[in-house]
């Protein structure tokens, strides 16, 4: 009696592993495949893209393109920031049909900070506070109808607050 | 817990403008602790302003932006006495969210 018992766990057992090593393939297949189907799609939080450490390269994968620059941006920043931990920066645009708005350090280990979506309605106008790790361009890029304008400022940093 | 988020929202009739600053450490991942270890990655990942059931503004973060962010922008409507709802979620999954009266 026991033993049938044993040999109907055992069985019941394998059964368990083999329909758990399919569903475990399934989900993998499934994990693998969707990255690439949820790139193309604006709304995912672009991973890829701010793990780039050059500024072309995140701004290639966030928008598959080029900016030009353009003196319709407007951009904000300090021309020396005692404190590289917390530099104001602020963008506003006369663009029309804003749907984005980034910034990126080129000279941060990762250039890109801070990606915007602008709904319609929406004004296209941003301020926040970055971090610099030192005196490096600040790059502001404006995707308006489909095309992208940037502007860029460099900002000095010194370390301590000391103004040397 | 009190919440992480401080909003304030002020409407002139035509737009409303939107101040937000949250708690957070935003840890970059690429700065290290008084012993030489390298803190992890802690940082928001996406913060997201509702007005009326639809995402008037929607913030996708680094490491880059500053430890306790402060972010400013407005758009075109909003009621005063009407509700802004704010969220975030981190590179940890950790999530807050909380509503503002616009006023």
């Known amino acids: 009696m026991s033993i049938t018992d044993n040999e109907f766990s055992a069985t019941r057992r394998l059964v368990l592993k083999g329909a758990g090593t399919v569903a475990l393939a399934g989900l993998g297949v499934i994990s693998f495949d969707l990255p690439a189907a949820f790139a193309a799609a604006n709304d995912k939080y672009p991973e890829e893209a701010f793990k780039q450490k050059s500024e072309a390269d995140a701004v290639k994968l966030l928008y598959g393109r080029t900016a030009e620059l353009s003196d319709k941006v407007k951009m904000d920043a300090p021309e020396i920031a005692e404190n590289g931990a917390v530099v104001p920066v602020s963008v506003s645009t006369t663009l029309t049909d804003v749907t984005s708005i980034a910034f990126l350090v080129s000279e941060n280990p990762n250039a890109l900070i801070a990606s915007y979506k602008i709904p319609a309605g929406t004004i296209p106008s941003v301020a926040n506070r970055i971090k610099m790790a030192k005196t490096s361009n600040v790059i502001v890029i404006v995707e308006a109808a489909g095309k992208l304008y940037s502007a860029t400022k460099e900002v000095k940093v010194t370390v301590g607050g000391c103004g040397g | ?103």
Do not use: C
């Not at chain 2, 991942?29 to 008037?56: C, M, N, S, W």
């Open chain 2, 1 to 103: 817990m009190a919440s992480t988020i401080r909003v304030r929202a002020t409407s002139n009739g035509d737009t409303t403008e939107v101040q937000a600053l949250i708690q957070h450490p935003m840890d970059s991942g690429f700065v290290k602790d008084a012993r030489g270890q390298i803190i992890p990655p802690h940082f928001i990942q996406e913060l997201t302003f509702e007005y009326d059931g639809k995402a008037v503004f929607v913030a996708d973060w680094g490491g880059g932006i500053s430890k306790d962010p402060y972010v400013k922008f407005a758009f075109k409507g909003g009621k005063k006495g009407d509700d802004l709802k704010v969220s975030w979620v981190d590179n940890k999954g950790a999530t807050d969210t909380t509503t503002a009266k616009i006023q």
